[in-house]
Nanobody, 122 residues
Framework: QVQLVESGGGSVQAGGSLRLSCAAS????????MGWFRQAPGKEREFVAI????????YYADSVKGRFTIARDNAKNTGYLQMNTLEPEDTAIYYC???????????????WGQGTQVTVSS
């Protein structure tokens, strides 16, 4: 099993930056694909970014490409999402997920953290 805990959310002005962390339990984190997703009130959970188990492959949603960077440090069992040039439209609860498949579909992920709130004001 994989236990995930997100942190690093908060409130920032438009144009600001935040770095989210996803801490995984145990020594199994490197076996899983890690994805970041977000969910705004009244909307479905949507894909943000994904990174392979060895960190060699990444893929981003068009809405965040060029602004967000996904990374992982398997020695620390931790994933990251660096968010720059934040916009009010980025406001949502951000979740990290882990799974065995390379996919952007939230329903295919096996494990989830509790989420961390990101609020961007104009």
């Amino acid at each position: 099993q994989v236990q995930l805990v997100e942190s690093g959310g908060g409130s920032v002005q438009a144009g600001g930056s935040l770095r989210l962390s996803c801490a995984a339990s145990g020594r199994t984190f490197s076996r899983y694909v890690m994805g970041w997703f977000r969910q705004a009130p009244g909307k479905e959970r949507e894909f943000v970014a994904i990174i392979g188990g060895n960190g060699g492959g990444t893929y981003y949603a068009d809405s965040v490409k060029g602004r967000f960077t996904i990374a992982r440090d398997n020695a620390k069992n931790t994933g990251y999402l660096q968010m720059n040039t934040l916009e009010p439209e980025d406001t949502a609860i951000y979740y990290c997920g882990a799974g065995l498949l390379w996919t952007v579909a939230p329903s295919e992920y096996d494990y989830w953290g509790q989420g961390t709130q990101v609020t961007v004001s104009s």
